[in-house]
């Protein structure tokens, strides 16, 4: 028997596994490689499981985890965009948006709705799980990057002030983290991992 949807899901599936082949400039934890955009999204669900209480404003948890395990779904065609790269976010944008359209586009109708919604919705940071969501996904390479010996910072002679622009929807989304947020970038600057 034909069943189109789920033909259409589980080659949905299929494609996105190509997410593990992504390259993020964020290493792991230990410093011992790069991680992949899988890992990343896998690791921002489980960190909004845990930090969900934190949020400054309520969060519907069952929208927060499907929106940060789809939210990087796009650089498979997109490719992963360094947050510090001006050139590559000047067309960010336009790229993500046609690779959104293909690849939710393989879903069937109703779950290509559903899950271009999420997306885009984690994009405008407008709703209470998008801002907790978006805050997460900068928190994240924080952490990774405090643990990793300066990681993609150090790499790419990252300033302060480019650290604290980008970290700036944890302040608002996560108030209660942020005084550690900025003890982490104070210690990397002292450290020489963050330029002054």
Do not use: Y
């Amino acid at each position: 028997m034909d069943h189109p949807p789920l033909t259409r899901q589980l080659a949905f599936v299929v494609e996105v596994d190509r997410l593990k082949e992504i390259l993020r400039q964020t290493p792991i934890a230990s410093g011992a490689r790069p991680e992949n955009s899988a890992e990343h999204s896998w690791h921002l669900a489980l960190m909004a499981s845990v930090l969900a209480s934190h949020a400054a404003e309520p969060v519907d948890l069952l929208r927060v985890l499907p929106m940060l395990l789809i939210h990087d779904v796009v650089e498979i065609d997109a490719g992963d965009t360094f947050a510090f790269d001006e050139g590559g976010n000047a067309t960010k944008q336009a790229r993500e948006e046609l690779a959104a359209d293909r690849i939710f586009g393989l879903l069937p109708p109703e779950q290509t709705a559903t899950f271009r919604a999420l997306w885009d919705e984690f994009e405008a940071m407008a709703t209470p799980e998008s801002r907790f969501a978006n805050a997460l996904d900068r928190l994240q390479p924080l952490l990774l990057n405090a643990e990793s010996g300066g990681g993609s910072w150090r790499a790419h002679g990252i300033r302060r002030d480019q650290v604290l622009q980008r970290m700036d929807p944890i302040r608002t989304a996560l108030p209660e983290l942020w005084p550690g947020v900025l003890a982490i970038i104070d210690w990397a600057c002292a450290e020489q991992h963050i330029l002054g």
